[in-house]
């Protein structure tokens, strides 16, 4: 049963979505609290809901943000955070609730949901998300982000109208592996929707834009598509940092920032109110894709050493790459998000097979944040890695599998700026 069969409106509306979450907060004690988090201009409260295990330490947990509500005219974004809320108390949820912290902020922007129209930016975060969320995600980065949108009979697409639910790779960019990283993710959550009979395409950021910002007649489309397409790469500002006022991004999602900032997997998500016309199949056609974006967040990806949201690669790529490090969740997330800060201070990392044995690997760090510690990791055909060695140094690694290779993961703290050469030994059969 989907938590609303209608989709509430007005003054009225906001006050029975908000009755609701009170009500559902104290029929799951010990599952769910709720925070105001702020207010909007006209003094609305802002909550946002809390939804994790309580017996398991939060900094054994991934943490994943899901907003809705932004654009107060997109009537099908105020069905979806109930929905989302209510599946991640039920059963099928438990191992989500045991290794994620899941913050759910179902209206984001109360002003636009009452007057019914838009109030919000496609630019860039307004004041409130930058003082709000700026807030909340200072104390709890993300691993993971979804933006819940919703797309109408006409506002949304200019090509494709009334009809369309979207997956969007979002705000992400071509460093590392992070475009095809997304692209991979995006498949899944298709592929989950598909089976639950709800046909999502997936866009770029690209893409989107294009059915934003392009032009309705139809002889001025390929000159259009083209156009925001090369538009959107050159306005991507990595300067909006949620709570530094005035900076300006192409930000239609509010999860945009977090990937420039946290290296979080980022998702804009249109769903769709004019299609689906009943409050309850928008609802269930939201948690489709959502659902297994959090399952996967509990799943080892192939690439990755640990279960969680696919978010070590900071540079390089699947063969060689510099990763996080830390005993727990969220040391691996605070490395995570300090070396990504000096990604640009890496060079690409090198390697070479000098004989069938002996691989050899350099890193070189040239930035001023020392010691600097992280992983080198590589992806070996090799069964077997007898030693590795810095000089006449042994160094210690782990190994981890895929289904076809070997994952080389070497802890390396380097004391001051320079260059790093390990040989690697595996047997040749
Ligand atoms: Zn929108």
């Not at 998702?267 to 769709?272: A, I, K």
């Not at 949201?309 to 969220?330: A, E, H, K, M, T």
């Not at 006449?392 to 290779?405: N, W």
Request: proline share 5%.
């Amino acid at each position: 049963m989907a938590a609303f069969s209608h989709i509430p409106v007005g003054e009225e509306g906001l006050k029975e979505i908000y009755q609701w979450l009170d009500d559902w907060v104290v029929k799951n004690k010990g599952l769910v609290r709720k925070e105001v988090i702020g207010k909007s201009s006209d003094h609305w409260d802002i909550p946002a809901v809390f939804i994790t295990d309580e017996a398991v330490p939060n900094h054994n947990k991934q943490i994943a943000v899901i907003t809705s509500g932004r654009h107060g005219q997109e009537l099908g974004t105020r069905v979806v955070g109930p929905e989302v809320i209510r599946y991640l108390c039920s059963h099928d949820a438990k191992e989500i609730r045991e290794t994620q912290l899941v913050i759910v902020i179902p209206v984001v922007n109360p002003e636009g949901f009452v007057l019914n129209e838009f109030h919000s930016s496609m630019t860039s975060l307004t004041q409130t998300e930058r003082l709000v969320l700026g807030g909340l995600l200072k104390s709890f980065p993300p691993d993971m982000m979804i933006d819940f949108h919703s797309l109408g009979q006409s506002a949304g697409s200019k090509y494709d109208r009334g009809d369309m639910e979207v997956i969007i790779p979002a705000n992400t960019s071509r460093w590392a592996m992070d475009e095809q990283i997304h692209q991979y993710v995006a498949r899944e959550m298709q592929k989950s929707a598909e089976s639950g009979g709800w046909p999502y395409e997936i866009h770029t950021l690209e893409d989107l834009a294009t059915y934003y910002f392009g032009d309705t007649k139809i002889g001025n489309m390929p000159w259009t598509y083209l156009k925001e397409k090369v538009y959107l790469l050159h306005m991507q500002d990595s300067c909006d940092n949620y709570d530094v006022p005035g900076e300006s991004a192409y930000t239609n999602y509010t999860c945009g920032p977090a990937y420039l900032k946290w290296h979080t997997l980022v998702f804009g998500m249109e769903t769709n109110h004019y299609a689906l016309s009943q409050a309850a199949d928008i609802a269930s056609s939201a948690l489709a894709p959502c659902s297994a974006l959090l399952k996967m967040g509990c799943t080892r990806f192939p690439w990755e050493k640990d279960k969680g949201y696919p978010v070590n690669i900071l540079q390089g790529d699947f063969r060689i790459s510099i990763r996080p490090l830390g005993s727990n969740v969220s040391q691996h997330r605070a490395s995570r998000v300090r070396i990504w800060s000096e990604r640009m201070n890496f060079n690409l990392p090198q390697r070479e097979l000098v004989d069938q044995e002996t691989t050899t690997a350099r890193v070189r760090y040239f930035g001023r944040d020392l010691p600097m510690e992280f992983a080198l990791c590589l992806r070996m055909r090799q069964n077997n890695i007898t030693s590795i060695t810095s000089g006449s140094k042994q160094v210690k690694f782990e190994t981890f599998k895929d289904s076809c290779s070997t994952f080389v993961y070497i802890p390396i703290e380097m004391e001051k700026a320079g260059t790093i050469e390990l040989t690697i030994k595996h047997p040749y059969h």
